[in-house]
């Protein structure tokens, strides 16, 4: 096994009083503090050659960093080594018989799979593996920085006329860059977009809530319903998800009123049911009517070789069951000011979702731009069912959205969330919202 110092966690009771020490002291440079909010806990970072040291701050009492100081003190917590193949590396641990804390890999921060070796089999060292999603031909820091130095996965709200929209956040997830840009060459994505080592590029999942007469969630990104395998598969991050930033939104599941769907795949309608203690899967929204296209909910409960992969019916076919399905047929005005417009192209029954009060416009492109990387023209996905219908239909949206000085939300962009779309000479850019 090749293993690689990744970092040093340190956990701190008084950070002022370390910082003192590491950053003043030392004279060493201490990045923006991240928050890891499934752990409770704050990371502070400071490169120091080619690993780090990761101070860890407790942000509530039953966090894990506070029990460990209030029964040991502060001091050394772990260390990290990094490994390329997590999965093999567990497997010849477990053959020596090493006592494990996770058997299994689990998603840690920022794409990364981790798992801790138990203390006691490390000499008195807690010891985790992790697997960075990054090209392991990078140091550790460079690839931190380049990945997460513009990460998003905050909740950003904007105000349109009577309406309030907010974006909310349900983790990172991996694609392969080559199906993510179609025809496109990787000398001219990997530009744009940096490919792992296993040739996937970082997505994000970011549902939208439209408030008005009623509450509107449209989308609700992957939910929890899958196990360590997809999660490995699709390098899934969700330590922050769709309940954080929910309630970092000041709302509840029972708040919404209407889930409008852009399309069934999993990375749309995941988080719209989920499993309960029993293991039966139930409607996330307890009070919600969940609207979808009847053409596309056709598709879904009817899925062929090509688009199976995408259809998971645990997702929708328990609205059904539950009562709580609303089929609508057409292009039509879902709650005032919300509008659904077929697209087609990524798949047949595919909608945009325009969102239009007090003389401006927003609008939700779901699949048909997924990232800020997809506004040329011929930057299709390569997933895409009918890829010359997506060709026509991202035409006559940028006219729209051009025309009307929409504000675009993407759906997929790790790093924004929203923009102003400006086009000058055929080229197209954006203008953080
Ligand atoms: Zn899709
Ligand atoms: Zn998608």
Redesign the pocket.
Known sequence: MKAVLDHVGIAVKDLDAALAFYRDALGLHVEVPEDVASQRVRAHFIPAGASSLELLEATAPDSAIAKYVEKRGPGLHHITLRVDDIVSALAELKSRGVRLVDETARPGAEGALVAFIHPSAAHGVLVELKQSPISSLQSPVASRQSSVASLQSSVTRHQLGDLELISLFDGFFRLDGGAMFGVVPKPMWEKRTPADDRNRILLAMRPLVVRGARTMLIDAGLGAKDDAKFHEIYGVDRSRNLDHTLAEAGLTPGDIDIVLAS?L?F??CGGFTYRDANGTVRPTFPRAQYVVRRDEWEDATHPHERNRA?YLADNFVPLAEAGVLQLVDDDQTIMPGVRVQRTGG??MH?QAIWIESGGRTAVFP??LVPTTAHLDNPWIMG?DLYPMDTLAAKKAFFKDVLAKNALVFFEHDPSVAAGYIREDKGKRSYERA
Do not use: V
């Open positions: 399309h795949h990375d749309h995408s990524h798949c595919h779901a699949d997933y």
